[in-house]
């Protein structure tokens, strides 16, 4: 499915004033891959954000589709290509962007500095964040053991998701591994591993997708297999500030018989 021009220009009616500077197409629509429940994603680069946060992102149905519209300074995307957490996703909405609108040239410069984005400037901050994420998924790895031992389904649960949920960004992020879409995100990071390795099977049972995940003990178990895994290959990343949480959340996974 691709735009009209006249709903494009409808739509830049209603989007431009003063304050906007440029807005683009990102998504589906800008790939080429819109199919037939695809919104639209308009990015609206603007000079000041609208005072209202609730207004900064939201939904609206224009002739029938669904738009989404995110207000964004344009010097906070240029910051995003410095912080490798929002570069995986920055980098290719930006080269994939559609321009339909730029006053003053600028967004044409930003989408050029994403094509020539270079990951290996970020790449210590990159490993620096896995880490974090090992060390402060000491936390969930306690709820999880607590919730085992108590029998406690939600507890095990809700820990769960939010493990492997940090474990997966951890990976994502460690390895800039570029997000060309929220689609793809499960498939790359799992390629990216390897669909075989124990880390993809791990994940695929703590969340849900395989055979024999369907009750909680084995989910919960899985995860706690995924921390293991996950800080094993950060291992070498993990400073020493850390490492005392590390090594005594893994021996009591390890106490616990479970990975």
Do not use: C
Request: proline share 3%; aromatic share 8%.
């Amino acid at each position: 499915m691709s735009l009209s021009d006249s709903f494009i220009q409808s739509a830049l009616k209603q989007i431009d004033s003063p304050d906007v500077i440029g807005v683009g197409v990102v998504g589906s629509y800008a790939r080429g891959q819109a199919g037939k429940y695809s919104d639209i994603d308009f990015d609206i680069f603007v000079s000041k954000v609208p005072q209202n946060p609730h207004d900064r992102y939201t939904l609206r149905y224009w002739d029938g589709k669904l738009i989404s519209l995110k207000y964004t300074l344009l010097d906070d995307e240029r910051v995003a290509l410095t912080d490798p957490r929002r570069a995986i996703w920055a980098v290719p909405g930006l080269r994939g962007m559609r321009i339909l609108l730029d006053k003053d040239g600028s967004i044409l410069v930003l989408q050029q500095a994403a094509q020539t984005f270079d990951w290996s400037p970020v790449q210590p901050a990159a490993n620096e964040f896995a880490a974090e994420e090992i060390m402060g998924n000491a936390e969930e790895v306690h709820k999880i053991l607590n919730g085992l031992a108590r029998g406690h389904e939600s507890t095990v649960l809700y820990a769960t998701w939010g493990l492997v949920k940090n474990m997966l960004e951890a990976v994502a992020v460690q390895r800039g591994l570029m997000i060309i879409s929220e689609n793809r995100y499960f498939d790359l990071i799992q390629d990216s591993v390897g669909r075989d390795s124990k880390w993809t099977r791990a994940f695929r049972t703590a969340w849900g997708l395989d055979p024999g995940a369907s009750q909680y003990q084995s989910r919960g178990a899985a995860a706690l297999t995924l921390y293991r895994l996950s800080a094993a290959m950060f291992a070498e990343l993990i400073p020493e500030k850390h490492r005392a949480v590390v090594d005594k959340t893994l021996l009591l996974i390890k106490e616990a018989g479970i990975g």
